[in-house]
C-alpha cells in the first residue's frame, strides 16, 4: 500500500528565510508525487507534480521539489519564504492507474514571521 | 476561482436532517473524488467515480451517499449524520483513463452536525 509521511507538523520560519519541507513516501512502482498548499478555508492547490524525468521540478510560486528515488523523498523548497506562504503544505503520492488514487501525507503547518 | 464548484461552502444539519452536497466541475474531466478532512488526520478518499462508475468506496458509512449522473457533476446526499462526520468535505476531479492525471481540488464544503 502507498503511504505518505511528513514529519514535521509544524514548521516557523522567518519572512526571507529558506525554506524546505520534507516528504518521504512508500510505493511499490515507479510514483506519482505531488505538493498541494491550502490557505485556511480553502481547498488544495497544485504546486507541483513530478511523473518522470528531470528530478527536480519547478512550481507555482517560487517553490520547487527534489524526487529522490534512493531516499523515496520528495522535498519541498523555496529560497525565500514570503508572509503569503503561510499555509498548510501536503505531499500526495499517486498511483498510475486510470484515475489517481491518491494518498496525502498529514500535512505541514507553515508560519511565517516578520 | 478553481475549475470545480462546490455548493454549499457552509451546511449546519440536525442529525435527523437529509442535505445533499454538490459539485461541478468546468475541466472536461471524467474522474470525480469525494475526500473529508477532519482536524488533525490525513484527507481520507471517500469515494472515486471514474466515467460515471463508481470505483471506489472506501468502506464509507451508508449515511453518506454519492450519486454521479453524468461526467460533469457529483453529490453527496447526507441523511442521520453523527457530530464526528463534522468535517471539510472536498470535491475534486482528473482526467479518467489515463494514468499520472492531477486531481483538482475545490474549494470544500464545511459540514458541522449539531
Known amino acids: 500500500a502507498q503511504s505518505v509521511t511528513q514529519p514535521d507538523i509544524h514548521i516557523t520560519v522567518s519572512e526571507g528565510a529558506s525554506l524546505e519541507l520534507r516528504c518521504n513516501y512508500s510505493y511499490g512502482a515507479t510514483p506519482y508525487l505531488f505538493w498541494y498548499v491550502q490557505s485556511p478555508g480553502q481547498g488544495l492547490q497544485l504546486l507541483l507534480k513530478y511523473f518522470s524525468g528531470d528530478t527536480l521540478v519547478q512550481g507555482i510560486k517560487g517553490f520547487e521539489a527534489e524526487f529522490k528515488r534512493s531516499q523515496s523523498s520528495f522535498n519541498l523548497r523555496k529560497p525565500s519564504v514570503h508572509w503569503s506562504d503561510a499555509a498548510e503544505y501536503f505531499c500526495?503520492?499517486?498511483?498510475?492507474?486510470?484515475?489517481?488514487?491518491?494518498?496525502f501525507g498529514t500535512g505541514t503547518k507553515l508560519q511565517v514571521i516578520p | 476561482e478553481t475549475g470545480v464548484t462546490q455548493t454549499p461552502r457552509h451546511l449546519v444539519m440536525g442529525m435527523t436532517n437529509k442535505k445533499s452536497l454538490k459539485c461541478e466541475q468546468h475541466?472536461?474531466?471524467?474522474?470525480m473524488y469525494w475526500y473529508k478532512q477532519s482536524a488533525k488526520k490525513p484527507l481520507e478518499l471517500m469515494f472515486v467515480y471514474n466515467f460515471k462508475e463508481q470505483t471506489e468506496n472506501n468502506s464509507v458509512p451508508s449515511r453518506f451517499s454519492p450519486e454521479c449522473p453524468n461526467s460533469s457533476h457529483l453529490f453527496l446526499h447526507l441523511h442521520t449524520l453523527q457530530p464526528e462526520d463534522s468535517a471539510l468535505y472536498l470535491c475534486a476531479s482528473s482526467q479518467g483513463g489515463v494514468s499520472g492525471n492531477t486531481i483538482y481540488f475545490g474549494e470544500g464544503s464545511w459540514l458541522t452536525v449539531v
Open positions: 500526495a503520492v499517486g498511483n498510475s492507474g486510470g484515475y489517481q488514487k491518491v494518498t
Open positions: 475541466l472536461g474531466h471524467n474522474a
